[in-house]
Structure formats: C-alpha cells, structure tokens
C-alpha cells in the first residue's frame, strides 16, 4: 500500500476560502485590496500573558504555498471544478506583504500579531494555515513559558512527542525550545530546528534485562557514566543504590518517574549524598505541569522533564486567535456579531514600559502611535511583495524569537509570574 | 528559503529509543524477542467509554518507517554516530507481528488496543510513533462520539483545522468522520481519506462586500440557492430577510454563527417560516461542544457545525495510552513503579454482552478468553512478519473503521451516553 503523496500546504485549508474566492472571481471583487489581521480577542482562562509562537513556521509554509498539478487533481475529485478558480490557483503566488509582531513576543487581547495585506484572492487563502500555526504553537510556548518561570532556572526538557499528533510533536518541541526548554527528545525537531535532543532509557529497557544492574552496566558501557539511569522500575532505594554501585559515584544522573517526587527526590538525594554521589543529579519526570513543576521548588530537584501537560497547553490547548478582514480597499471594515465585535483599520502597536522597563501598557489602535523613551514599536515588516523580509533558515527563525523571548519576558511585571488565574498583566488601550 | 526536506516518519520518534537500542545491541539483548502493549490505565476523567482511533494511520506510516541517508545524516548532525547502531537502522525493515482492536471499536481502561511483538531492536523504534498517533486520534474520536450522541442525528460538520496543528487537523478530521461526523471543511483531508468537504463563506465576504445584499448574490450566483449563507455579519434579522429577498424561498440553509443560538435559531426558523422559506435549514456554529450540542436539541437546528471542542478532545486533548514491554522471550514482564504497576504478558480480550446484545465487560487476560455465544474476539491480525494482513487505501480503511463503530456504538448500556462524569460504562475484568 503506498503512503499518500504529500502535498502542499496549500490544501491545509478549509473550503469555504475557495468557494468565496470563486464567488469573488466571478463579481470582481478578489482584486480589491484587503487586510487580514490574526488577533486573540482574549487570552486562555486566567493567563496573565501569550507567548506569539508560529511565525517562522507560518513564514516556511507561505514559501510552499502552492497549487500544482496534485493539488489541483485533488480539488476536482472533491467537485471542486470551477475553471475560472482553478486558473486563479493554478498561478498562485502569493505578492503581498505580511506584517507582524516578532516571533517569542508576548501578546495580549487584541494585539495584531500578523497582519497581511494582498488581493482578496490572496489574501483569503492563508487563513486556515495562518491560525493553525499561530492557534498550536502559541498555546505550547504559553504553557512552556509558565513552566520554565516556575521552574526558577532548573532546566526543563520537553518530552512529549507521545502525547500528541506526530507532527504537533515536532512543532512543540519547536516552541518549546523557543521558551526556554533546554532540550528535547523529538529527534525530528533536533533535525528541522537544531534543538538539542536527549534521551536515555525507559522502564523497557530494564525489563528487557534478566536484572536490573546489568540493564544499568549496559546503558553505561554504551552512553558512559554521565548517563541518566531511570531507578525506579522495581524499588527506587536499591534502585539507587544498584545504580552506584555499577556506575561509581561519578554516575551523571538519577530519574525518578512515579510516585510523590517530592518525597522521591529528597530520598534520593540523602541516598546519593550518603553513597557518596555526591554531584550524582535528581531529575524527575511523570505528569509535571507549571503547578507540580512550582510545588517541587524546594526539592532536591536538578532537572525537570515534562511530557502531557505541556503538548496539551497546559488546560488550554488553542489559543482562540482569530483571522479578521479589517480594511477593503482602504476603508475600515468590522463584523457586528453579538459578542464578537472586531474593531476595523490597520492596528498599529506599541508596548508602553516605565522607567525602569517594566511594561505597563499595550497600545494597539488603528491611527499610528508615537512610542516614548522606553516603549517599543511591535510591528514589524515580514514579508515585502512575497518576499521574505530577513530570509532564514529554519534554526536560525528559532534563535532570533528565543533570544527575543528572553528579552522580553523580563519586561513583565512581578504579577504576571503569577501562575493562578487573574486579569492580563497588562491592559489593551487605544491611543 | 527552502522548505525543509520531508523526512520519514522514523525521526517522529524520543531519542532515547535509540539510546537503548545501542546498548541492548552492544550486550545482545536487541535480539531477545519482546511482546510490547499499547493500552490506557484509564479513561479521562469521567468519560465513560474510550474509542480507538489512528490505527489505520500508524499502519500507513509503519511502511514508510525507514532511516534512509537524509534520516542517517540528521542522526549524525546530532552526535548519534554509533557504527553499530547506524548500521542497524540503515537496514531496518518491520519484520514482526502487530496485533489489536479494529479501528473504530471502543475500548476501557486496560484494553490492549494495539500489540508489537517482534525483536527488541525492532519493536522498541515504534513507540512514540504509535503513541503519537493513537494519543492524538483517539482523544478526537471520542470526543466526537459524544458530540454526534449529543447530536441526536443531525448532522455535525467538522470545521476545526484552524485550531489545531496543521497536520493534526487533517487527522482530526479523519477521527470526526470515523465516529459519524457528515463531513469536513478541511481540504486535505477529503483528499486524503476521501472525506466530503463543505464550505461555503465567512464573515469576510460579506465584508469585502460594499452590502450584504451583493456579497449574497455572488455566493448564490457561483455556488447556487442550495448553499448556506451567513447571516448575521450586522444585524441577523435583517440578513435573513435579505438572504430570503435576495435566494427567494428555496435558500438552502442559513448560518448563525454568534449570540445565543438557542434563541437564534428558534427567531431565525420563525422568521425563515413567514417568509415562506420553510425547507430552509438553520446551521449554527460557534463554540460547540457535546453540552452546547445538547441543550440546543430542542431548538430548531438542521445541523451543527463543530471546531475547537472536537479538535482539542472537549477537555481531554490526549487519553494516555503507554505502551509498554509484557513480555520478554516468553517471560511475563511488568515494572513495579508507584502507582504505575503493570500486568505482565500478552493479552487476550473478549467483550461480553447480554442476550440483547448489550456490552456488560470487557475481559482482558493474560490467559486466552473463551468467548461465549453473545461474545466478541476483540483482537484482530494487523500485521504479520511485517506484511499487513488486509491491504487497505487509506479511504478504505476509514470507511472499515467507520461502520465498525457504527454497529459497535449500538451495543453501549444507555449509561453510556450520559454526559455527565462517570465511571466506565462497562467494567474492565480478568477471566
């Protein structure tokens, strides 16, 4: 059985874009000049700030963005035939511009993270791509981010490529490097993205031995005595102590994966120090979320790795962004649906902060808006008429928006580390 | 910028399956023939029943599982360059056996769903692979399960995509149409897995529009008085008198997509009524989930329209299914971790019903299961040495899974479509 062809991203779309761009092709109005804008009308229940993750995908996509002969035979086995809108596919390229705030900046409700401006013909085709790839990996680098503050500089691993799509996997690992994860397990996002990928062994592993310590004498003899030993598949205490004594007290590394960590830890770390592994590190995983991850703060804990919680966002696995047309040939434009007001016109946007850097406000309207000594404009050029503004490879994207995120995250206020459920850190203003 | 180079589905995998691969193939322990299980401890919090979903998938991927020379460089770019273990992969082929439910049919916590027995060297490369898969596709088909009970026969329509994953949502909408979802708006999917696709326009058409009036006649020109369309981009009163006005009485259907669609949908059937539209159908969207569903089945509804809920698992985006080494040469294994015991062999498992033909248990037992006159098998041959047993398209093996949860779902106690939180509808029992 043959695996399915792959094709473009250009079918990752919903349907009704090609059945409006037909209707438009055929009144006239898929010239007219359009702004899309991806914006979340409110954060996640309770979360003090997003995290913008996805651009850089979302940017690779755009490039790959096209209808070819797959595609297009694909269409018309689905009754989609309509000769003027296979023409128009046929020649797609996508020439307009895309705006945006830079990737790993935060956002908040109303923010206009990406804005694109191109033919409605263009324009209209990128909206499912767009919100899937902004809608996923935000909601992982949201849930990351909390992680990574609560776990106070200890290094979080990302683990979780089980507990999702194949391919979310890959994305999630990818954002949360973004947000600081140290490393990842997915070898997939070690290979697109340049992440660090680690990995040792599982209970399996143990089992697959007739005793435990020759499972550990051959995990030693092949990764070496800084490995990680997982000691906790029958009894954790001569789990530990059989560690030692096949690895010597130079051994890298104890996991611990079941039971109360925070008891686990402190055991273990009284056995290590007590066998002399003195510099023998604790590192826990199974079920940690941003809360788990803050409780085990005064544990004898070196490292953390974190699986579910964090592919899933933590309680909030989408984002609720939202892709709106704003502007039509120049004039403002916006829906009056009850409960889902938009505000029409190009936003403009800039993040207010006090003197000693601190944001306080974000200010997003559609009249341009001077920035001050400390404030920062958040909009930045993207793409120029199809091209890619700043072209980089897909590591490269990565480290610009980590390193960015690491700026900005120490902008926030004391409050927004916060993890329980409160207001936005900082209010949306108009001008 | 070029986009990165698809890479086969075995770099979707933890590098720590590599880690113990090396070591058990520098100790010999590779070849020791293992029986590894895929099964859930239990089911997300209070649903009653789990649906086994992604199957068919793992199987496509299964075939193209394969390191060829770019997965061999992207192994090496990371510093895994052991010559032995390099060796093995370039020659790795799945020569084993795989076992498991049919796609499609329910499952209760410690069903053995899916079941890899083959060398260690072998079985251990699948497991986030197979995870990944089932995780994902399983917790979108039960949580559409419930939605179509909610739905009481009408239709659902699956229109997620934007808030999820790109690649998940093609997945996602493949495990909506398994459980009984009508049909898809994402693209890829109907090309995929032969799904039918539906679509027909958004509140930005209505604005690209300089009235509604025009952007209703250019949909009705192009797509027909059979479409649906949306009608409340200003004021819904007025859109369906000017939907009506502009499609006249035989207007397809119209969509609500905002406000509360309870009392939506009762004015819009009333009205629709007196304007002598009375076969046109009402369709409502807008943050379903399996409740909103249900308290909407007293209203005037033709047919629902599904996204976020459905896509993220309505409350539970992953369902926890591990997969685990039982047995090892012939030798019943299980690890003793907290909390997380397991029971060692490889199972057999029979659904029990009463003469109604009603599901009372399901016995899952290391020992084989006699399975009485209203009794069913539940574990099928997949695979076997590496060959699937019934070669499928990927359309044909939905279509299979389909109508097995089709005739499966009938046999549930009534219990089981309550949406409140319970216990498992039937319970798990050992022979």
Redesign the interface.
Known sequence: ?P??T??S?A??????????L???L??G?AD?D?V?EVFARRLPHGRRYGVLAGTGRFL??L??FRFGDA?LA??R??GID?PRLLEHLAGFRFTGDVDGYAEGDLYFPGSPVLTVRAP?GQA?LL???V???L???SAIAAAGARMVGAACGRPCIE?G???????????AARAAALVGFSAT????A???YGIP?????????????DEEA?AF???L???GVG?TLLV?????EQGIRTAVEVAGPELGAVRL???DLAIQATSARELLDSLGATKTRVIVTSDLDEYAIAALAAAPVDGYGVG?SL???SGA??V?MV???VE?DGVP????????RSVGGRKHAVRRHDAAGTATAEVVSPAPVTAGEHDRQLVVPLVRGGQ?VE????AQALTAARELHERVRGTLPQEAWSLSRGEPAIDTVTA
Do not use: I, W
């Not at 079918?11 to 409006?20: F, K």
């Not at 490529?161 to 994305?171: G, I, P, Y």
């Not at 990928?197 to 031995?209: I, P």
């Open positions: 059985m695996s399915p792959p094709l991203p079918l990752l779309t919903d349907r009704y874009e090609l059945t409006m037909a209707a438009a055929a009144d109005t007219r359009c899309f690779e996509a490039a790959d595609e694909a269409l086995a689905q309509d409605f209209v909206e499912t791509l919100l899937s790839v809608n996923h990996d683990m490529s089980r507990r999702t799509h194949e391919e979310a996997a890959v994305a397990s997915n070898l997939a070690g290979a697109r990928t680690t990995g040792t062994s599982a209970h399996a592993f143990t089992l697959l031995h020759a004498r051959a995990q003899d092949t990764l490995t906790d598949t029958y009894d954790t994966d079941s039971g579910t592919v899933t966002g696995p989408t609720g892709y709106k047309l039509r434009v916006a829906k009056n649906s009850e409960g889902k890619l072209p980089r490879t897909p």
